[in-house]
């Protein structure tokens, strides 16, 4: 198949959720079938990943960004009536790039990652299959219920016009893909007409694996982009109400902060004696190698945390709330803990952090079960079928047609 994937944002290096998912699929694709991974670019230091991107996906296409002037456009969407989220990621230049590479040869289909991208594949002509991953309107509303006015009011805004948007693209789109069935569910609430399926999240399992673990003091870890809203309040909200309640039971418990770009919320919480924030960190296994126990205390999110994956896959025990573990079929008390009373969620830590034995049992079907639910060969492969389906009947229309 000629494939044209569109990414909202460059998927190198796969540090984040939706860059992780991307990256995957791209280079399973590109293993393949002739594609053309175009994405968009918001932070000049991105381009050092287009290199060792290109050594996976041959063919790239993206459109730079200039931050001010996308947050502007983002602006003249609120004043227009229509969500801030799609005209921050328009690009004139993209837009004309993929023209040219329409012109060259046709594609099959267009496989779009992420509700900015839609923006782009709608207009080409082709059967679109529309990789939503998370509902991210309700991401929104999660946040104005967590914010004051006025980032409420614009939260709640860009919440129902977003919602309004994705609606209207499960209208067109051949195929709508969701990343857990929680999502599929809550995507067909608003728009029951979308055709839809779940392509599970995967995880790296040869990446990600199980080490052997010194001893060393109690340490709990949590990891993601530091400067992420969700992130943000987990940690805030674990600092305050959760580790307290640990080291009234475990005095010497540490906890490291592992991501990039922490906030200044974040720095701050350095202030607190053996909590660390480390910042961006060329790769993230040491610190899980250090850590005793993986925290995932989300107030707010949607879909599957890669966070919480990438533990499990390392034999690393994990304790989440409700909200971390949502996306995930693993059963709670066996493959993880679930706890939202923050008393609850310190007892199930500190439990951990006491016993060796109820941490390697925890830690062993964890991996097992990412190992049966969660590897991107069997995601990919069911994802690379579908494309495969649709690209034939839109084959047989074309020579129908004739």
């Known amino acids: 198949m000629r494939i044209l994937m569109l990414a909202h944002r460059i998927p190198y290096p796969p540090h984040t959720g939706d860059k992780t998912r991307a990256f995957h699929i791209a280079r399973h694709l590109a293993r393949r079938h002739d594609l053309t991974l175009a994405f968009l670019v918001d932070e000049r230091a991105d381009l050092s990943g287009l290199a060792p991107l290109r050594d996976i996906v041959p063919t790239l296409e993206f459109g730079l960004l200039w931050k001010p002037w996308s947050l502007l456009k983002g602006l003249t969407g609120l004043a227009t009536g229509g969500p801030l989220s799609l005209p921050y990621f328009r690009s004139r ?10 012109a060259e040869a046709p594609y099959d289909l267009v496989y779009a990652s992420s509700t900015p991208t839609a923006q782009y594949a709608r207009a080409l002509g082709l059967p679109v299959v529309m990789d939503f991953v998370d509902v991210d309107s309700d991401k929104w509303r999660q946040y104005a219920e967590r914010s004051r006015p006025p980032l409420s009011w614009l939260y709640r805004t860009e919440g129902r016009r977003l919602q309004a948007a994705e609606g209207d693209i499960a209208r067109w789109a051949r195929l709508c893909l969701l990343a857990t069935a929680s999502e599929e569910s809550l995507l067909r609430s608003f728009a029951p007409w979308a055709e839809t399926a779940v392509i599970p999240n995967g995880i790296d399992l040869d990446y990600y694996r199980p080490i052997e673990r010194a001893a060393a003091p109690a340490a709990v870890i949590f990891t993601g982009a530091m400067d992420y809203l969700p992130n943000i309040d987990a940690v805030r909200y674990f600092c305050d109400e959760i580790l307290p309640r640990i080291r009234g039971e475990v005095p010497d418990t540490r906890f490291y902060i592992v991501g990039l770009n922490p906030s200044t919320e974040v720095h701050r919480l350095a202030s607190i004696p053996g ?21 995932a205390p989300l107030r707010m999110g949607r879909g599957v945390q890669n966070k919480v994956l990438q533990a499990m896959a390392m034999g690393l025990p994990v304790v989440a709330t409700g909200v971390a573990q949502r996306g995930l079929d693993a059963k709670p008390g066996t493959h993880l803990h679930v706890e939202d009373d923050p008393a609850a969620f310190a007892a ?12 390697a049992t925890m830690g062993l079907q964890g991996r097992a079960f990412v190992e049966a639910h969660h590897a991107w060969d069997a995601s990919c492969s069911r994802l690379e079928g579908m494309l495969a389906g649709i690209a034939r009947q839109h084959g047989e229309a074309l020579r129908t047609s004739a």
């Open 348 to 359: 199930r830590v500190a439990g951990l952090l006491s016993s060796p034995a109820a941490r």
């Open 275 to 295: 909590v660390t924030v480390t910042g961006t960190v060329p790769d993230v296994r040491p610190y899980y190698a250090r850590a005793s126990v993986c925290v």
């Open 93 to 102: 230049s993209l837009r004309q790039r993929l023209a040219g590479r329409m």
